[in-house]
């Protein structure tokens, strides 16, 4: 690794840092300014005294910049304070949640990859057929349907008629079956969009005439010579989508009731529970901005026209 | 590359319940234990800890019902409607009143804790300890309400304690029977500290607590000495499954047993289902509405009289509860017993709304009423129909939806909503403390001093007497000068409506219990 490189990882990370800083902030100022939370947390007729000493025992009592400041001290050394609503550690209940949130994300990925690619690539090689028609229909069914939407239909199919599958949980394997499939359909529709145009623009390459010449078969054309072509736009592709996902990863677990990160999210906003709220927000913008990161860097070792300094966006 | 055949099939099939993780459950039917089901509960949310003082909420007190016991209990289930306000001993055998100030209270003898302790006088005087749920430095300042009244509480033997209030108490046992006064084990609850006694709570229930996670699920277990019998169900789980459909589809395929929070217009869609029924309540809670003294027009009482006239309240509750909601009697109740007012009603006069107007000099300002689209079942429906019966008789009104609480009431607000429950079954508990002088309206003036004066003599003069019959006569005078002056009004008394097996008997209560007690909750003979 050169030199430039090392310059160009050092400068993307303190990027990062500093998108973190900026959620943090955001953050902050939009729960502060959004409502008094003990008396979301409090029943309605708690009486003011009460809610007063609720307010001084959490700190909000405090002007917001020393809050602001307090807080920003303690998450750059790992504390991310304690909820108010149990006095647990933040780090301690995100913890808890992000395997079963990478669980989930990381099945739907792998399945919405699958038939993403698959259709994607059937669909190019099938371009203008009805197969291709049928692929593209599926696709666009698939990210225009609402998560949702998908969710509850798959929840009255498959639970309720069907009774093949549990409604809502995380007890087995068969519990993680429709939140998959509901976070996947849709990015699986995109990935077959992208995958397709992708595949299509390699086949109508000159190395891609060249292997059918020298007498490859259509499957090893494909497999050898355009995918892994294919791959470096698909690689991008997917440093977004993983943010994309994360957040579908919210509504998929409040409808299946999967207690990960997203349904974290969703109670401890309902609730007021500012330190859940912002531990979760930068959790998950700390996945999103380390999962680009290893994008731009796997990006400079797939292509080797491309450059390491380059993607990161440093001097060459 | 295998063949696919019958066999492989046959064997594939005989599999797929190891796969499905179902021959737990099916060996489990048949195990020891056996004769005791397991019992699931879909719930809409969870609370955060299982300290029943830190969850004054329908959420947490529903699960924490079945872990802790009171040393007096509220026999609520005494009534038909599930709203019984008769005292009954529970960890306490008998409790003598020594002065209007001073309760002796004996012990159950015998009754064990979830850790094997026997319940004695030591941990009914921890439990009620300055700094627990009283004093300056309270753990749980929101127990205040309910005891910051108490002086002392001692123990005079292992099994008597004496408990004295500051002054004169009228509701002192009923206070004992409250959601606030969960007797905790000393020994527990020293050793493991707040936060952690919080989480796994030692008490003396028919269940004790297995595991607790907000997002998922709280798994308690049989406790087999509890003192009133052993327990019916051999495990209950609590189950987090904030969307209905989800918890809908679990109760029609079986994987839940009961399940919470049916909105109105669910019920009939639910209740088709043959095994299923829906039971529902009328709550011990009304939606109100404030109107706010701030406000130069509305500091004029004629025209907050005139609101309260134009809302036909029968009409809200028959086409947006089903009919299944109740208008109340004015904020009077039937299960203050005797101090339930007969024959009061809060009247519908549409007339009498546009005389008030008249005579107010109302000339078509316009009034905003504030409302959150969800926090209360049908706000946002009620408040629809509401403007409309305003402006029938000529005010108007508009609608502002809300996000939050305070926007709801801060600057500009006109009319708001609110709720009030009854959290002891008199005045006391219920009017006093929501539009007493320790209740918002009056903190922040939305009920202006002026206004509110008699109302709070009166109430002030209810807290000194202990003689019933005064007591009552004091509770008319603060109704009348509560509706007359009109800070605000009730709309009616909500009902929570449960989803649960047909073979299993249950019945639901007015407050927020959900008591699986041995003499509540059965299940159909295998």
Redesign the interface.
């Known amino acids: 690794m050169t030199a430039h490189s090392l310059v160009a990882i050092a400068l993307r990370v303190l990027r990062s840092v500093f998108t973190l800083i900026l959620c943090v902030t955001l953050v902050f100022i939009v729960l502060r300014t959004?409502?008094?939370p003990v008396?979301?947390l409090?029943?309605?007729?708690?009486?003011?005294?009460?809610l007063e000493?609720?307010r001084v025992?959490w700190g909000l009592d405090r002007p917001l910049y020393v809050q602001y400041f307090s807080y920003l001290g303690r998450a750059m050394t790992g504390d991310l304070g304690v909820?108010f609503?149990?006095?647990?550690p933040v780090s301690a209940i995100v913890a808890?949640?992000l395997p079963r949130t990478l669980l989930l994300g990381v099945s739907a990925l792998l399945l919405a990859s699958v038939l993403g690619l698959t259709f994607g690539i059937i669909g190019a090689m099938r371009r203008g057929g009805p197969v291709d028609r049928g692929v593209m229909a599926f696709a666009v069914l698939g990210y225009s349907m609402p998560i949702f939407f998908l969710?509850?239909m798959l929840?009255?199919l498959f639970?309720?008629q069907l009774?093949v599958l549990?409604?809502?949980?995380?007890?087995?394997w068969?519990h993680l079956i429709m939140p998959t499939v509901t976070l996947a359909l849709p990015l699986a529709g995109r990935i077959a969009r992208f995958a397709r145009t992708a595949t299509l623009e390699v086949l109508g390459k000159q190395f891609i005439r060249t292997a059918h010449a020298k007498g490859a078969g259509q499957i090893r054309v494909i497999l050898k010579h355009a995918l892994p072509n294919a791959m470096v736009p698909l690689l991008m592709f997917y440093g977004i989508e993983i943010g994309l996902t994360l957040s579908g990863a919210v509504v998929t677990e409040?409808?299946?009731?999967w207690?990960g990160l997203g349904?974290?999210l969703?109670?401890s906003v309902s609730?007021r529970?500012l330190p859940v709220v912002q531990g979760v927000i930068l959790t998950v913008t700390l996945i999103i901005v380390l999962s680009n990161l290893v994008v731009d860097i796997l990006h400079a070792f797939i292509d080797p026209k491309v450059s390491l300094s380059s993607t990161l966006g440093g001097t060459r | 590359m295998p063949q696919i055949n019958r066999r492989l099939l046959l064997q594939g099939a005989a599999l797929t319940p190891f796969i499905f993780n179902f021959v737990p459950q099916a060996f489990a039917a048949a195990g020891t234990s056996a004769n005791r089901p397991e019992f699931t509960v879909a719930v809409a949310a969870l609370p955060a800890t299982l300290e029943p003082a830190r969850e004054l909420s329908n959420v947490g007190t529903r699960v924490t019902y079945s872990i802790f016991d009171t040393l007096i209990r509220r026999d609520f289930l005494g009534s038909p409607d599930g709203g019984g306000s008769q005292l009954k001993p529970h960890l306490a055998t008998s409790w003598e009143r020594v002065s209007a100030s001073e309760l002796i209270v004996k012990l159950r003898q015998g009754v064990k804790f979830h850790n094997g302790d026997e319940l004695t006088a030591e941990d009914v005087v921890y439990t009620f300890r300055d700094g627990r749920l009283r004093g300056d430095k309270a753990q749980i300042p929101g127990g205040k309400p309910y005891f910051g009244i108490l002086a002392d509480v001692t123990a005079i033997d292992p099994y008597t304690v004496r408990f004295t209030t500051k002054v004169a108490d009228v509701l002192l046992e009923q206070r004992l029977a409250s959601w606030c006064s969960w007797i905790v084990n000393k020994r527990a609850y020293e050793q493991m500290g707040f936060d952690a006694y919080s989480r796994a709570p030692v008490a003396t229930g028919p269940y004790r607590v297995v595991s607790h996670n907000q997002n998922e699920a709280t798994v308690l277990e049989a406790f087999d000495d509890y003192f009133l019998g052993t327990p019916t169900a051999k495990k209950v789980t609590f189950r987090a499954v904030p969307e209905l459909a989800a918890r809908v589809a679990g109760l029609v395929s079986n994987e839940f047993d009961l399940i919470t929070n049916i909105p109105p217009d669910q019920v009939a869609i639910i209740g088709g289902y043959d095994d299923i029924d829906v039971r529902s309540v009328v709550l011990a809670n009304a939606h109100v509405l404030v109107f706010d003294n701030h406000d130069k027009l509305l500091s004029d009482k004629r025209i907050r009289q005139a609101l309260c006239f134009a809302i036909d309240r029968q009409k809200l509750v028959d086409t947006l509860w089903l009919g299944k909601a109740e208008v109340p009697a004015s904020h009077n109740y039937p299960e203050y017993g005797q101090m339930f007012v007969e024959g009061r009603k809060l009247p519908f006069d549409p007339q009498k709304a546009k005389a008030l107007l008249a005579e107010a000099g109302y000339k078509g300002e316009k009034i905003v009423y504030k409302t959150q689209a969800s926090y209360y079942t049908n706000a946002l429906e009620a408040a629809q129909v509401l403007v409309e019966m305003w402006k029938a008789v000529g005010i108007n009104a508009t609608l502002q939806v809300v996000e939050t609480s305070d926007q709801m009431k801060g600057n500009g607000a006109q009319i708001y909503n609110w709720s009030n429950s009854t959290r002891l079954p008199d005045p006391l508990g219920a009017l006093w403390v929501a539009w007493g002088p320790g209740g918002e309206v009056q903190a922040t003036d939305v009920w202006s001093p002026e206004s509110r004066k008699v109302f709070t003599e009166l109430g002030r003069a209810l807290e000194a007497e202990t003689d019933p019959a005064k007591r009552k006569v004091l509770f008319v005078k603060m109704l009348d000068a509560w509706e007359d002056e009109a800070p605000g009004t009730i709309l009616y008394q909500p009902f929570e409506a449960y989803a649960i097996k047909k073979s299993i008997e249950w019945r639901p209560t007015t407050f927020y219990f959900m008591d699986l007690r041995p003499d509540n909750l059965r299940f159909p003979q295998a």
């Open positions: 959004a409502g008094d008396e979301q409090l029943p309605p007729e708690t009486p003011p005294s009460v000493e609720y025992a909820s609503t149990n006095n647990l808890e949640a969710g509850i929840i009255l639970a309720l009774r549990p409604s809502s949980g995380a007890k087995t068969a409040a409808i299946f009731a207690p349904r974290l969703v109670s609730a529970d």
